[in-house]
Structure formats: C-alpha cells, structure tokens
C-alpha cells in the first residue's frame, strides 16, 4: 500500500484535524449568511476552487463545499484536476500511490477510475504540488460520508489535452457507472492591483460562463492572464459539455488576498459552480 503523505500540511493549511476544523468552522460562520444553498438542489457536475492557503482562499472555496455537503446527491469519486507547479511529471499525470493522507486520515484513490483512463502514473508529479493536496481536507471537513479521489495534474495546459482528459473521464464514468464530482483546481490573477485584476479576470470568468474552452485559452494567452488553472478549467468546460445537454455555470464568490492582508499586489480566487437543472 503506497501512501502520499501531506506535503504542505501546515503551510497552506493547519497540521492537525482540530486546527483545520477550527479555522474552516471560523470561515464557514462568517460566509454562510452568503452561501446559495438553493444550488443543493441542483445536479452538480463539479466547480473551480481555489487553492492558496486556506486563511485567504477558503472564503470562496467553502461556498463551494458547503453546497456539496448539502447536496441531495452522494458523490463515489472527486476527480480533482489541478495545474503543476512544480515541473515534474509529463502532461497529463495520475499519481502512484494507493492513499493520499492528510490530518484527518487516509483517502483512497479510486484505482479502478485510473484504471480506465490511459494516462502515466507519476508520484514526483503529485508529491511536492499543493493544488490538489488542499482540496482533499475541504472534502473530509465538509462530507460525511466515504469517498475516493482521482488526482490528475497537468502540466500541458491546452484545449486539446483538455478535450483528451474530459473525454477520457466521460468514457470511464459510463463504464464504471459512477457518481463522479470534476474539482478543476486554480486560482487566478496573481500579484496584481485588485482593480487591474478584477477587470482581466473577467475577460476568462466571462469566456467561462459561455463554455468557450478555446476563449479560455485565447484570453490567457493573448492577454498574459496568470490564470494558473486555466487547463482544469478546460477540462471542466468540457466534461460538463459531455454531461449534459444542458449545463448551468454559477459564480459562487469572487475574492483576492488583500482582504485579508492588505496589499496593492493580490492573488485573486473564485469559485465557480458547473451543474444542470
């Protein structure tokens, strides 16, 4: 049984259970009079989440998780797509190991998802990279009950591997006859004034609400947008396109660091909800 043991417990989010506990409880009881749980009630394909440390993303990450924890709908597998920061690994990449561990206890990956998706394996690509790692204690924090993750980081961020990744997720969740949940890991601007960054983040947010995968990539390219997740952010697009005929995008809460520490040079954060009526 091969374990990936947390690589930024205690950085980006606290070291133990208590402590998590303590600070997300904090920050649900400050955002819940905000929260739309009438999206509970909606069939949730998945949603772009945040991942900078959680004393400056989880005010926009938790609208999001605490919609799940309301849902009518029980979830088998988190598929949670995140960019790689780190350089190691190749395009798209699984990981090696059985469990993922975090303060709370050990995760299962679903092997038989990875099984059917026919992409390399790859523990140096997951084992230093935080943008799917501070997803998995929002999930233990908000849900009560069992399920597994499927890790996928991308290092090769276009439409076509994100094309390649939804298709290949869509194809497995037939197969496998699964509730599968998309988490598409990212923030967005980085180090920018938060005007300057919340006019350029709405040039993707607003290619984004139309499904426009190639927008995404043009708006990130062409204007330098330092979007960091913008390849999860395909792949979500895509994957909701293949669910449904019919998918709904929500932005659940827009933010950035200098609420918390201000600052002229801020990271910005969203939280974005893919469902269906």
């Given at each position: 049984?091969?374990?990936?043991?947390?690589?930024?417990?205690?950085?980006?989010?606290?070291?133990?259970?208590?402590?998590?506990?303590?600070?997300?409880?904090?920050?649900?009881?400050?955002?819940k009079p905000f929260i739309n749980l009438e999206l509970a009630d909606k069939k949730i394909i998945g949603a772009v989440v945040p991942h900078?440390?959680?004393?400056?993303?989880?005010?926009?990450?938790?609208?999001?998780?605490?919609?799940?924890?309301?849902?009518?709908?029980?979830?088998?597998?988190?598929?949670?797509?995140?960019?790689?920061?780190?350089?190691?690994?190749?395009?798209?990449?699984?990981?090696?190991?059985?469990?993922?561990?975090?303060?709370?206890?050990?995760?299962?990956?679903?092997?038989?998802?990875?099984?059917?998706?026919?992409?390399?394996?790859?523990?140096?690509?997951?084992?230093?990279?935080?943008?799917?790692?501070?997803?998995?204690?929002?999930?233990?924090?908000?849900?009560?009950?069992?399920?597994?993750?499927?890790?996928?980081?991308?290092?090769?961020?276009?439409?076509?591997?994100?094309?390649?990744?939804?298709?290949?997720?869509?194809?497995?969740?037939?197969?496998?006859?699964?509730?599968?949940?998309?988490?598409?890991?990212?923030?967005?601007?980085?180090?920018?004034?938060?005007?300057?960054?919340?006019?350029?983040?709405?040039?993707?947010?607003?290619?984004?609400?139309?499904?426009?995968?190639?927008?995404?990539?043009?708006?990130?390219?062409?204007?330098?947008?330092?979007?960091?997740?913008y390849g999860p952010i395909m792949t979500l697009i895509e994957y909701a396109k293949r669910f449904s005929g019919n998918p709904q995008v929500?932005?659940l809460k827009i933010g950035h660091s200098g609420e918390v520490i201000p600052s002229d040079e801020v990271v910005d954060y969203v939280s974005?909800?893919?469902?269906?009526?």
């Amino acid at each position: 049984m091969k374990i990936r043991h947390p690589s930024v417990a205690g950085r980006f989010y606290p070291g133990t259970k208590n402590e998590i506990d303590l600070q997300l409880t904090q920050i649900l009881l400050k955002e819940k009079p905000f929260i739309n749980l009438e999206l509970a009630d909606k069939k949730i394909i998945g949603a772009v989440v945040p991942h900078a440390g959680y004393m400056f993303s989880a005010y926009q990450a938790i609208h999001f998780f605490e919609i799940l924890k309301n849902s009518f709908q029980r979830f088998d597998t988190f598929v949670i797509v995140n960019p790689n920061h780190t350089g190691y690994g190749s395009g798209i990449d699984l990981d090696e190991n059985d469990y993922w561990e975090t303060p709370y206890g050990k995760v299962e990956i679903d092997r038989e998802l990875y099984d059917q998706l026919d992409f390399p394996e790859s523990a140096d690509a997951h084992a230093y990279e935080h943008s799917g790692e501070v997803m998995v204690p929002l999930l233990q924090f908000s849900l009560e009950y069992p399920f597994r993750i499927a890790p996928i980081t991308l290092s090769k961020q276009n439409p076509k591997n994100a094309r390649l990744l939804a298709e290949a997720i869509k194809k497995a969740k037939q197969k496998l006859v699964k509730n599968i949940c998309i988490i598409a890991s990212s923030d967005f601007s980085h180090y920018v004034d938060p005007n300057e960054g919340k006019q350029i983040d709405s040039y993707v947010i607003d290619r984004i609400l139309q499904f426009d995968t190639e927008g995404v990539f043009r708006e990130v390219q062409d204007k330098k947008i330092s979007v960091c997740g913008y390849g999860p952010i395909m792949t979500l697009i895509e994957y909701a396109k293949r669910f449904s005929g019919n998918p709904q995008v929500k932005v659940l809460k827009i933010g950035h660091s200098g609420e918390v520490i201000p600052s002229d040079e801020v990271v910005d954060y969203v939280s974005i909800l893919f469902y269906e009526d």
